[in-house]
């Protein structure tokens, strides 16, 4: 999971959305974002996740829907149960229109699917 705090977060930000289909995680945390101005925060959990969330200003999440220990909705929907409200990206291998209502139903601005490859 990714967390993302704006270097400057007293500066407007252009909330212009750049897409890249399907998702490369390592291009957006490593590149797109650090060149707007983010810099970037992990956890490998949710439960680390929302330590952060709960103790760190944070502008964007950019969120696994697979988290070892809970989903990225289950994440959301605790958020959301404690009335906080964080830009979210949703990044997941396995998308279903199911998921993807959820996932906006519960605040998320953007839906993405990782990339994959077969291995021989």
């Known amino acids: 999971m990714g967390l993302f705090r704006h270097e ?6 252009n909330h212009s959305s750049c897409r890249r289909q399907p998702a490369d995680s390592h291009f957006l ?5 650090p060149s707007l101005g983010y810099k970037a925060l992990s956890a490998r959990n949710g439960k680390t996740g929302l330590e952060i969330l ?4 944070v502008s964007l999440l ?3 829907m697979q988290l070892p220990d809970f ?5 959301l ?3 959301a ?3 906080r409200k964080v830009p979210t990206i949703l990044i997941t ?3 279903s229109l199911e998921i993807a209502v959820d996932a906006f139903r519960l605040g998320v601005q953007d839906y993405l699917t990782k990339r994959w490859t077969l291995k021989d």
Not at 29 to 33: D, F, G, S, W
Not at 71 to 75: E, K, M, N, V
């Open 81 to 83: 149960s404690e009335g």
């Open 8 to 13: 400057d977060e007293n500066e407007p930000r």
């Open 54 to 57: 709960h103790t760190t200003p």
């Open 93 to 95: 291998a396995h998308g």
């Open 71 to 75: 989903t990225g909705l289950d994440l």
């Open 77 to 79: 929907r605790q958020l």
């Open 62 to 64: 950019l969120l696994d």
């Open 29 to 33: 945390v490593r590149e797109l974002l």
